[in-house]
Protein backbone atom coordinates (compact mmCIF):
# COMPACT_ATOMS: atom_id res chain seq x y z
CA UNK A 1 0.00 0.00 0.00
CA UNK A 2 1.24 3.70 -0.78
CA UNK A 3 0.52 6.78 0.78
CA UNK A 4 0.52 10.42 -0.66
CA UNK A 5 0.94 13.39 1.86
CA UNK A 6 0.00 16.50 0.47
CA UNK A 7 0.96 19.88 2.08
CA UNK A 8 1.60 23.70 1.75
CA UNK A 9 -1.97 24.57 0.84
CA UNK A 10 -3.93 27.76 2.03
CA UNK A 11 -5.13 31.58 1.50
CA UNK A 12 -2.50 33.86 -0.58
CA UNK A 13 -2.88 37.05 -2.41
CA UNK A 14 -3.05 37.27 -5.85
CA UNK A 15 0.50 37.54 -7.20
CA UNK A 16 2.08 35.56 -3.85
CA UNK A 17 3.63 32.20 -4.09
CA UNK A 18 2.92 28.69 -2.44
CA UNK A 19 4.87 25.48 -2.37
CA UNK A 20 3.16 22.37 -2.17
CA UNK A 21 4.65 19.14 -1.15
CA UNK A 22 3.77 15.16 -1.75
CA UNK A 23 5.70 12.59 -0.22
CA UNK A 24 5.14 9.38 -0.94
CA UNK A 25 5.75 6.62 1.95
CA UNK A 26 4.85 3.08 1.53
CA UNK A 27 5.97 -0.42 0.28
CA UNK A 28 6.64 -0.18 -3.91
CA UNK A 29 9.95 -0.71 -6.38
CA UNK A 30 10.11 2.84 -7.90
CA UNK A 31 8.12 5.42 -8.76
CA UNK A 32 7.46 6.19 -12.06
CA UNK A 33 5.90 9.66 -13.09
CA UNK A 34 4.40 12.28 -11.33
CA UNK A 35 2.34 14.91 -11.64
CA UNK A 36 -0.28 17.59 -9.60
CA UNK A 37 -3.84 18.13 -10.70
CA UNK A 38 -6.38 20.51 -9.99
CA UNK A 39 -10.71 21.02 -9.24
CA UNK A 40 -12.06 23.98 -9.21
CA UNK A 41 -15.90 24.31 -8.13
CA UNK A 42 -17.92 22.93 -10.88
CA UNK A 43 -15.42 22.20 -13.02
CA UNK A 44 -13.53 18.81 -13.74
CA UNK A 45 -10.19 18.10 -12.91
CA UNK A 46 -7.30 18.95 -14.61
CA UNK A 47 -3.51 18.40 -15.06
CA UNK A 48 -0.99 21.38 -13.61
CA UNK A 49 2.12 19.36 -14.64
CA UNK A 50 4.03 16.20 -14.47
CA UNK A 51 7.68 15.08 -14.00
CA UNK A 52 9.27 11.99 -15.80
CA UNK A 53 12.81 11.33 -15.08
CA UNK A 54 14.59 15.17 -15.81
CA UNK A 55 11.63 16.29 -17.80
CA UNK A 56 8.61 18.55 -17.01
CA UNK A 57 5.44 19.30 -18.93
CA UNK A 58 2.85 22.10 -18.05
CA UNK A 59 -0.39 23.00 -19.02
CA UNK A 60 -0.48 26.46 -20.78
CA UNK A 61 -2.40 28.29 -17.92
CA UNK A 62 1.03 27.67 -15.56
CA UNK A 63 3.85 27.35 -17.91
CA UNK A 64 6.33 30.09 -16.45
CA UNK A 65 4.49 30.21 -13.35
CA UNK A 66 4.86 26.96 -12.01
CA UNK A 67 7.86 24.59 -11.23
CA UNK A 68 7.38 20.97 -10.40
CA UNK A 69 10.58 19.38 -8.90
CA UNK A 70 11.42 16.28 -7.28
CA UNK A 71 13.44 14.95 -4.33
CA UNK A 72 14.16 11.35 -5.19
CA UNK A 73 15.95 10.19 -1.76
CA UNK A 74 12.60 11.57 -0.04
CA UNK A 75 10.00 9.88 -2.25
CA UNK A 76 9.10 14.09 -2.72
CA UNK A 77 7.67 16.28 -5.16
CA UNK A 78 6.85 19.92 -5.09
CA UNK A 79 5.20 22.77 -7.11
CA UNK A 80 6.24 25.98 -6.31
CA UNK A 81 3.28 28.41 -7.65
CA UNK A 82 4.30 31.78 -7.98
CA UNK A 83 2.43 35.05 -9.40
CA UNK A 84 -0.62 33.18 -8.50
CA UNK A 85 -3.94 34.84 -9.80
CA UNK A 86 -7.87 34.12 -8.70
CA UNK A 87 -8.20 31.38 -11.37
CA UNK A 88 -5.68 29.23 -10.15
CA UNK A 89 -8.20 28.64 -6.71
CA UNK A 90 -8.67 24.96 -6.47
CA UNK A 91 -7.77 21.79 -4.69
CA UNK A 92 -4.57 20.27 -6.14
CA UNK A 93 -4.03 16.99 -6.33
CA UNK A 94 -0.92 15.04 -6.60
CA UNK A 95 -0.67 12.02 -8.68
CA UNK A 96 1.97 9.78 -9.16
CA UNK A 97 2.41 5.83 -10.60
CA UNK A 98 4.91 3.29 -9.20
CA UNK A 99 6.21 0.20 -9.71
CA UNK A 100 5.30 -2.47 -7.30
CA UNK A 101 8.04 -5.53 -6.78
CA UNK A 102 5.65 -7.59 -8.24
CA UNK A 103 6.28 -6.02 -11.56
CA UNK A 104 2.77 -4.28 -11.86
CA UNK A 105 2.26 -0.31 -12.53
CA UNK A 106 -0.36 0.94 -9.60
CA UNK A 107 -1.05 4.71 -9.57
CA UNK A 108 -2.11 6.71 -6.43
CA UNK A 109 -3.78 10.00 -5.70
CA UNK A 110 -3.07 12.65 -2.80
CA UNK A 111 -5.90 13.34 -0.84
CA UNK A 112 -5.85 16.96 -1.86
CA UNK A 113 -4.84 20.75 -0.68
CA UNK A 114 -7.16 23.70 -1.21
CA UNK A 115 -5.22 26.66 -2.83
CA UNK A 116 -7.39 29.83 -2.87
CA UNK A 117 -6.14 33.14 -4.27
CA UNK A 118 -7.69 36.31 -3.37
CA UNK A 119 -7.79 39.38 -5.45
Known amino acids: QVQLVESGGGLVQAGGSLRLSCAAS????????MGWFRQAPGKQREMVGF??????EYADSVKGRFTISRDNAKNTMYLQMNSLKPEDTAVYYC??????????????WGQGTQVTVSS
Open 95 to 108: NIRIHTYFGSVQTY
Open 26 to 33: GSFFSIDD
Open 51 to 56: ISGGST
